[in-house]
């Protein structure tokens, strides 16, 4: 199958708007700024367009909303302009920029543009609004239209930063960054939208290991039997109700001089489709379970990046890839598992998979050496009703760690937001015959998901990503198309890439 991936170049220029050849250029709008000092010449190119349609109610300060201008004169070089509503409020200083640059650049693929400009405005640090507004870009342009046949190749090719180039900071440096990460968040979107008979474990395996191995991170794909060997029953126990063999996925980025410590591991869930298995789920919106592997996409997109950008700690990337199917081998409720670890675990709901195969795989992150740990996954139904689908759930310990993977979460504008965990809520896994049950009852079915995860994390700090609500977009919005977000690739990379942070 053919790419979903079209991400145009991105340079930086400092030249006057009026002086850019672009087909369109595009502008952030604050409230009611005044364009006038920054954009001089655009209110008379364009006939006063901006002042009369918010004279008139047609361009209103509400963030995503558009105002697309002609333009006219000789002293004006770009055809068209599209002002961009942006926020004046938010978490971190790009996230208006990102979010403004994206929905230029979804505006500039549906024009049919070749060549765009964004012009970052406001009060940011330069190197920061360069990368926010080169990841929004990037972002922006993507479009899953691989399984359409009346697909058209994507028009726009270059997209300009419009940035002071004499400020302080490598701003093509940092373009080329925003790039990087956005498309690294495009490669767990690719993965995401992947039908589950295209991506079966096997293909996510292959296809993961050129997206990584391209980027010189060094992979080693274990199939069943290394799975055996290693003892992981949770794994294979998922696995076994399908025809198609599980894999494990283990990446490896080894900076040449870098430090014996921290080795940050990346564990992301692997599910290519939930049917639930024997405790099956009903047929209504089954079809969306094939993102179950969100987690696994996003840790894949991350790794790519860190190879990319040179990451200066040491990653290692895990992830658990099976199908949860009710075949008649499949396990049965009450079946009792002995995880690699050696814990016993009474699968009580075989719809409760993702935490077996992670479970097995933390165990595994430690083995390796890892000295931190995050874990990101489509974990439960209750995360959603919890948190909707705006903020990711946040899960871990100590309160520093938690602290440090929600501010990288901040700086990537994906917000994730803390919910609780700990021995009170590993009380409500009680099992009767073995050391764990693996549901622990509706009410607090996040934390449960997260306490049955933390019993599996030993003492190493540890935090849970719960993206059953973040993963996938079913609307679409100004600034994003439909379908899987690739959430958490670019928190996941940043993390890596600021280990000075944490
Ligand atoms: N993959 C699902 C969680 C999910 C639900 C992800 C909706 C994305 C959208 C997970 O494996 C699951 O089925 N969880 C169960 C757990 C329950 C049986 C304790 C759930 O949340 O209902
Ligand atoms: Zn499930
Ligand atoms: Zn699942």
């Not at 089954?286 to 894949?300: H, I, L, P, Q």
């Not at 959430?487 to 942070?501: E, I």
Request: glycine content about 12%; some cysteine.
């Amino acid at each position: 199958m053919s790419t979903a991936r079209t991400e145009p170049t991105v340079t930086v220029a400092s030249a006057a708007p009026a002086d850019l050849d672009v087909d369109l250029l595009a502008l952030p709008v604050f409230g009611s700024d005044d364009l006038a000092q920054d954009v001089g010449g655009l209110s008379a190119a364009s006939g006063g367009e901006l002042a009369r349609a918010r004279a008139s109610g047609e361009f209103r300060p509400k963030p995503r909303e558009t105002l697309l201008v002609r333009t006219v004169g000789d002293g004006w070089r770009p055809p068209r302009v599209l002002h961009v509503a942006a926020r004046t409020e938010a978490p971190d200083a790009g996230a208006p920029l990102r979010e403004a640059a994206a929905v230029a650049a979804r505006t500039a693929s549906r024009l049919h543009v070749g060549r765009l400009a964004f012009v970052c405005r406001g009060d940011v640090d330069p190197v920061r609004a360069v990368q926010a507004a080169a990841e929004g870009l990037v972002l922006g342009c993507f479009e899953d239209r691989r399984y359409k046949s009346d697909r058209e190749e994507p028009t726009l090719r270059e997209c300009i930063v419009v940035a002071d180039e004499a400020a302080d900071g490598d701003l093509p440096a940092a373009a080329s960054r925003g790039r990087t990460l956005a498309a690294a968040a495009n490669v767990a979107r690719e993965l995401a939208g992947e039908p589950s008979n295209v991506l079966t474990p096997r293909v996510f395996a292959e296809r993961a290991a050129a997206l990584v191995g391209e980027a010189g991170v060094g992979v080693e794909i274990l199939d069943e039997d290394a799975i055996r060997s290693l003892g992981m029953e949770l794994l294979l126990g998922v696995a076994r109700g399908s025809s198609e063999p599980p894999r494990l996925l283990v990446m490896r980025h080894e900076p040449p001089h870098a430090k014996e410590s921290p080795v940050l591991a990346l564990v992301g869930k692997g599910v290519t489709f939930d049917t639930g298995g024997i405790s099956i789920k009903p047929a209504d919106g089954m079809e969306r379970m094939k993102e179950d592997m969100s987690g696994g996409a996003a840790v894949v997109g991350a790794l790519r990046a860190i190879g990319q950008l040179r990451a200066p700690c040491r990653v290692i990337g895990l992830v658990p890839m099976t199908e949860n199917m009710p075949g008649g081998r499949a396990t049965k409720p009450g079946d009792i598992l002995t995880g690699a670890s050696g814990t016993t675990v009474e699968v009580t709901n075989t719809d409760a998979e993702g935490r077996l195969i992670l479970a097995d795989a933390l165990w595994y992150a430690r083995e390796l050496g890892a000295t931190h740990l995050v874990d990101v996954a489509t974990l439960t139904g209750a995360c959603i009703v919890a948190l909707g689908h705006v903020s990711s759930g946040l899960f871990g310990r100590p309160a520093a760690w938690v602290d440090a993977v929600r501010g990288a979460g901040e700086r990537a504008g994906e917000s994730l937001w803390p919910l609780p965990v700990g021995e009170e809520y590993r009380e409500l896994l009680r099992s009767e015959m073995a050391d764990l049950n693996n549901v622990g009852g509706r009410p607090g079915g996040a934390s449960s998901a997260a306490a049955f995860l933390e019993a599996f994390a030993g003492d190493l700090p540890w935090t849970h990503v719960d993206i059953a609500g973040t993963a996938w977009d079913d609307k679409g919005r100004e600034d994003r198309a439909k379908g899987a977000t690739g959430v958490m690739a670019r928190t996941l990379a940043g993390l890596a890439l600021d280990p000075g942070a944490w």
